[in-house]
């Protein structure tokens, strides 16, 4: 969680591990173990928005931005990352902007 005067920023993990070896990366070094399910890729953003003081007035949201930017390569979890980010976009669900929800990859 990335706390900012005008917005606050979750960092979202799609695998436990991550299987590209890159050499920045200190998530490589641990290898791949899975991919998320959905729902555990969602329990991220539920637990923190919890632990934060959820709230249904969108002017007091404790999460205004997520990132996929996580553990793992969110595009090697295409089956699991769309319906998750559905979720987060969903009025139902979490009721983020689209333009605030975002997915970041290392090219693959």
């Known amino acids: 969680w990335i706390p900012e005067t005008d917005r606050a920023t979750l960092c979202v993990s799609s695998q436990v591990g991550c299987a590209l070896e890159c050499t920045f990366c200190s998530t490589a070094q641990q290898g791949f173990n899975r991919n998320l399910s959905v729902s555990e890729i ?30 793992g390569e969110p595009l090697l979890n295409l089956k699991n990352v769309v319906p998750a980010m559905d979720i987060m976009l969903d009025d139902f669900g979490f009721g983020l902007s689209k333009r605030r929800v975002t997915l970041s990859t290392s090219g693959v």
């Open 42 to 71: 969602i329990g991220q953003v539920w637990r923190v928005a919890t632990f934060l003081g959820l709230s249904k007035d969108s002017s007091k949201r404790p999460i205004t931005n997520v990132v996929m930017m996580g553990m």
